[in-house]
């Protein structure tokens, strides 16, 4: 599929306007498995826009009318976040088996994972060519000492997995790493209080993303789902779902990026309605993060005011492990501003829609900045940061390079962004909303 580039341009240095942000991707990835195991009871309110939550909605309608036949149709989310649904599946003998693939999606990928074995039919999950080199290893292993059979189609530890028939329950202890993704423990959360036996899930090590488990556990709360949480053992007793509505929030993923913009500009006021201080969102510490930079954040009227003032950016340590998706905001920010800083936290980066690492480091030289590799402790070297008056964003098929990148244009003239259709995977809107406070995109031939 065709890749459409832009050159992106700002005309002066304010920003100035409402922007009414789309649902929150995890939280509506996370309300919309709960509400197909609610059996109804629960129901979503205000889904979200992203591709990977419309994608994961409509397999999860499909599975969800419950018949044998339904199953016979392979999703596939295109370059453009277009779902495309083909079949007739491809029946062996009287046995069918269904192909599901669900792209660049990592949670809905993983939440998958655990969900469908529940639904006892034979179903190919697969994805993207990246989500084929993104590890599900650790969520295979905890699935099939549950009791699941899971196989590998390629590689061993990778997407596409085959989840076969006849998942019976074989134990409720599970132990399981917890510094590779959260999402795995998130997925097992979600699927605890329908496994007759419950769960009691032992987490090792390290906890990395812990906003993102606590957000489930918040969610299941409010479906009616109890749970304990002491040390490292997350239990959940097989329970019922209580009649409930959940809302999901805005995405405060998406908020940063208008935080970077305000932080990039001379002068910034900026209305995101719906946002609130108590967010499930562990990304909403953006709040925090940049009030170095100067931005101040005020909840009033139903969302959050953003305003600009000049000042000395002091803080020089950034921890990203508990908001990965806020790295690359972040960063793009102190680079643009010549802000030398310390990043840690960055380990996940790595396995994400693109090795995230690399991929700053490969456009941050572009404009002279070095981020250097120490172990596990990044710097940002500005010494011989140089803003061209043009440049090239390479995406790397990862929605977050394209929009940590785009606030560079009110200090870069000229900003060619590759593949401008990669954002859609949580925010399709971005570029429509960037025109309401006067960034231009020129689509290239
Ligand atoms: O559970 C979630 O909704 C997410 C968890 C995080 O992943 P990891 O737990 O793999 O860091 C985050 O990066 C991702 O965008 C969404
Ligand atoms: C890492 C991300 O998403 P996922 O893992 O769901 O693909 C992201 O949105 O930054």
Known sequence: MAKHNIILTKQGKTANGTIQLTGSKSECNRALIIETLSDGKVKVENMSDAADAVLLRDILQLQARGNELVLVYTHTVKDNGEIVESGPEEAIGTHVKSEINIGPAGTAMRFLTAFLPLLNKNIVLTGSERMQQRPIGILVDAMRKLGATIDYEKNDGYPPINIQP?????????????????????????????????????????????????????????????????????????????????????????????????????????????????????????????????????????????????????????????CPDLAQTVIVVCAALGHEATFTGLETLKIKETDRVLALQTELAKIGVKLIEKGQVYKLDCSERNLPQRMFISTYDDHRMAMAFAPLAILIPELEVEDAEVVSKSYPAFWIDLAKVGFQSEPIA
């Open 166 to 322: 006849g998942f019976e329950q074989q134990t409720n202890i599970i132990e399981i790493k917890g510094n590779i993704s959260s999402q795995y423990i998130t997925a097992l959360l979600l699927i605890a209080a329908k496994l007759p036996q419950g769960l009691e899930l032992h987490i090792q090590g390290e906890l990395t993303s812990k906003p993102y488990v606590e957000m489930t556990l918040a969610m299941l709360n409010q479906a009616g789902i109890r749970h304990t949480w002491t040390d490292n053992v997350i239990s959940i007793e097989h329970q019922d779902f209580a009649e409930t509505t959940l809302l999901v929030e805005p995405d405060w993923s998406a908020a940063s990026y208008w935080y970077a913009i305000a932080a990039l500009s001379d002068e910034a006021e900026l209305f995101l309605p719906g946002l609130t201080s108590y967010s499930l969102q562990g990304d909403s510490v953006i709040t925090e993060i940049m009030a170095n930079f100067g931005i101040t954040s005020v909840f009033k009227d139903g969302g959050v005011y953003l305003t600009k003032e000049a000042k000395p950016v002091v803080r020089k340590i950034f921890d990203m492990k508990e």
